[in-house]
């Protein structure tokens, strides 16, 4: 009896072990891969493309007023030149006055233009960061509806030999292209 319980004891460990190990496996062969082309998304994004638009108008903006405040300097800057064949009716104290008032124009150009750029750079840098998140959630509810363990970013300039490239642990043929599903989720929630 005891020869027998040892070998049944034994039977069912070793059916215990292989279930074990085959539900192991088929765990491991659940995971796959997908991957997006992150330049293609940022080429067709519709957000990018709002995006985009919105520097524009705010680009226009700024030179708009850096035009004004330009023509005002260039106006001054020409008065003063003019002012400047007749100094003989001008005192010290009128043409000291007049060149400080071009040079505060000038310098308030400079600054308006500094201050814009940097206004720009802020804004473009604030909204990348917005537009990569929204990039990333998109992917994430892609890979959960089709079940994808792992998504990959590439851009299509990338090659084999391209050390910066993420390692795709899968033949390119054999892995999902998630681009387009991510885009039509991004797009959608664009207005």
Do not use: C, P
Not at 174 to 180: A, L, P
Request: aromatic letters at 10%.
């Amino acid at each position: 009896m005891s020869v027998i319980y040892d070998h049944m004891k034994k039977t069912i460990w070793t059916v215990f072990l292989v279930v074990w190990v085959t539900g192991a496996f088929a765990q491991a062969k659940k995971t796959s891969t997908g991957y997006i082309f992150e330049d293609y998304i940022f080429e067709n994004y519709n957000g990018v493309k709002k995006l985009n638009e919105d520097l524009q108008k705010k680009q226009e903006a700024f030179q708009t007023e850096f035009n004004k405040i330009a023509l005002e300097y260039q106006e001054a800057n020409l008065k003063y030149q003019e002012s400047m064949k007749d100094i003989a009716s001008e005192t010290s104290e009128s043409i000291n006055a007049k060149l400080k008032k071009v040079q505060e124009l000038r310098q308030s150009a400079e600054d308006f233009q500094k201050e814009s750029e940097k206004k720009l750079q802020e804004f473009m840098g604030v909204n990348i960061i917005r537009v990569k998140e929204e990039i990333r959630t998109a992917t994430q509810k892609v890979s959960q509806q089709k079940g994808i363990t792992y998504i990959f970013t590439r851009n299509k300039a990338d090659n084999a030999m391209n050390r910066y490239r993420f390692v795709l642990f899968a033949d390119d043929t054999k892995t999902m292209n998630v681009s387009d599903e991510v885009l039509k989720i991004l797009n959608a929630q664009v207005k």
